[in-house]
């Protein structure tokens, strides 16, 4: 006959039996849950940002009617005036070459060797460039300089000059920041203008 503590003794061993049961159900943690840390992300490389490539500006489409205003290119049409471009080479002031630039012969029939004709220019000019020509042009006196607000004037001795306007001004050229004009008269200058797809540099 099963006594009071007999049962009581009875029921704690099946309980211990129990516990011990779930214990080795569960057993340790496994190495992937303990004892073994999760690998860390591999450190990400920067990215370095890729430059903007700077344009390449695009050279001057200059014509000989381009550097003269609409309305003198119009007019010149008129008298029956058509305009070559000035030689194979750059355009050349003093010693300077502006391949930039452009110069042109206006006549009215270009197979004769006539003095008879009218001549424009234009081109971009640095100051470096430009102050080379003002001092090639002035270096043995046969061009003179004016110092105005609209730029720097540079003429040719009327005594040398085959045409000169009503004032007695021959060929000249007008040095302003970032470029130069030059005409067969200073009262010719009027005539030239600077092309509207120029971009003054900086």
């Known amino acids: 006959m099963t006594t009071f503590w007999g049962g009581r003794i009875a029921l704690a061993l099946a309980a211990l039996a129990f516990t011990g049961s779930l214990a080795a159900c569960?057993?340790?943690?496994?190495?992937?849950?303990?004892?073994?840390?999760?690998?860390s992300a591999s450190p990400t490389a920067p990215?370095?940002?890729?430059?903007?490539?700077?344009p390449t500006p695009t050279p001057l489409a200059l014509t000989c009617e381009s550097v003269v205003t609409a309305e003198s290119a119009a007019g010149l049409a008129a008298e029956g005036y058509t305009g070559l471009r000035w030689g194979d080479g750059p355009w050349t002031i003093g010693d300077q070459e502006f391949a930039d630039g452009i110069a042109c012969i206006?006549?009215?029939?270009h197979s004769v060797g006539t003095d008879n004709f009218l001549w424009f220019g234009w081109s971009p000019a640095d100051d470096t460039?430009?102050?080379?020509?003002?001092?090639?042009?002035?270096?043995?006196?046969?061009?003179?300089?004016?110092?105005?607000?609209?730029?720097?004037?540079v003429t040719l001795d009327p005594s040398q000059a085959v045409t000169t306007d009503e004032n007695g001004?021959?060929?000249?050229?007008?040095?302003?920041?970032?470029?130069?004009?030059?005409?067969?008269?200073?009262?010719?200058?009027?005539?030239?203008q600077v092309p509207a797809d120029w971009t003054p540099a900086g």
């Open 26 to 39: 569960g057993g340790a943690p496994s190495g992937s849950e303990a004892g073994t840390a999760e690998p």
């Open 169 to 192: 001004y021959g060929t000249t050229y007008l040095f302003v920041d970032g470029w130069v004009a030059g005409a067969f008269t200073r009262a010719a200058l009027q005539t030239v």
């Open 106 to 109: 206006w006549s009215q029939d």
């Open 129 to 153: 460039r430009a102050a080379a020509a003002i001092a090639s042009l002035t270096a043995d006196g046969s061009y003179y300089v004016d110092e105005t607000p609209d730029g720097t004037y």
């Open 47 to 54: 990215v370095t940002p890729t430059p903007t490539p700077t």
